[in-house]
């Protein structure tokens, strides 16, 4: 019998449910879409060459430890994970690292800001945050730091919660909580659909081949489909080589795909690529807005914004854009 089953026939009678295991996959998805739960996000993926001590809060990004490409994949897979099955966000919590913010925006939405979720030791203000009981129908989704699940979760221990995964709760009534499930990288991916990344090691950290996060986005989004037209063939490029986050894949379509230009070589545009690549994130197109030959027009969503992308091919050669940019609407005109 399905876990999301069991809870019903024990609220009828009055009773809780009692869990020998920890729930897992598929049946703690169908769990979290009645309500009630609490998942305690551990941030996304990030850069371990760059050291920050435990606890502290720089003002300025470049000071703190960010979301890698694969983190930022991650956090968007999350996001089409949540939606695919219709689990129901209210509130949502983040550690105020950038980190754990955007690892929120990516996946459910603008958090609230807590500093009780990266203070380093925890605090009781911490705990409360932790214990509180989400709305009635829907869960919380706070986004924090491992030694805030390793304390305040009963049976996590240090090194159980890595990055981009999460242990689920339910408030017990005594101030703490229950543990009922954990979300692994792996239980993610599965969930989204992306074929399984191959585990190896590097410098004791855990890292994997580059996911298909793309395919996944594009399959959980809107039915759109790209023109076949050159300016649409030229989209379609220009995104997989976006949403790949792989530099080596990005030169590749611009000295392919765009118009050289000898104010900006291949380098200088790779650094305009990867500001951009941290400023989206992952791009899913949800609709054509218009399209000719020349010229596409694609409704996108990024960090659950809504964008344009606009791409224009050259006069003189229909194989290579002579602008390809993301922008915002105006008076209802790109």
């Not at 609230?112 to 409360?128: G, H, K, Q």
């Not at 017990?172 to 239980?187: E, H």
């Not at 050289?260 to 197109?285: H, I, K, Y």
């Amino acid at each position: 019998m399905q876990l999301f089953v069991v809870l019903a026939l024990a609220m009828q009678a009055g009773t809780e449910p009692a869990l020998s295991a920890e729930v897992r996959g598929e049946d703690l998805m169908k769990a979290l879409q009645s309500g009630g739960y609490t998942i305690l996000l551990r941030h996304a993926r990030t850069d371990w060459s760059f050291k920050e001590e435990v606890g502290s809060v720089p003002v300025e990004r470049s000071a703190q430890r960010n979301l890698s490409a694969d983190g930022v994949r991650d956090a968007a897979l999350m996001g089409v994970v949540l939606r695919r099955y219709k689990v129901p966000i209210g509130e949502i919590v983040s550690s105020p690292m950038f980190r754990a913010r955007e690892t929120a925006e990516y996946a459910a939405g603008t958090p609230a800001i807590s500093m009780a979720l990266r203070v380093f030791p925890t605090t009781d203000e911490t705990a409360a945050i932790v214990a509180a009981a989400p709305k009635p129908g829907t869960n919380r989704l706070l986004v924090t730091h491992h030694f805030v699940i390793e304390k305040l979760v009963p049976g996590i221990k240090p090194g159980d919660v890595g990055e981009s995964e999460a242990a689920v709760v339910r408030p017990s009534g005594d101030g703490k909580v229950a543990l009922v499930g954990r979300i692994t990288l792996g239980d993610w991916e599965r969930l989204a659909g992306v074929p399984q990344s191959v585990p190896t090691k590097q410098g004791g950290q855990p890292v994997t081949l580059p996911l298909a996060a793309a395919d996944a986005l594009n399959k959980e989004s809107s039915p759109a489909t790209i023109p076949d037209t050159p300016a649409g063939q030229l989209a379609r490029r220009y995104i997989e080589a976006f949403n790949s986050g792989d530099p080596v894949k990005a030169g590749a379509f611009i000295e392919s795909s765009l118009v050289p230009n000898p104010d900006r070589p291949t380098e200088a545009r790779l650094e305009s690529w990867a500001r951009s690549v941290q400023d989206f994130g992952p791009l899913t197109v949800i609709g054509v807005r218009s399209s000719s030959p020349e010229q596409v027009v694609l409704d996108i969503r990024a960090q659950n914004r809504d964008y344009v992308l606009i791409a224009k091919t050259s006069p003189d050669d229909r194989t290579r854009a002579a602008s390809i940019t993301i922008g915002t609407l105006q008076a209802g005109h790109p």
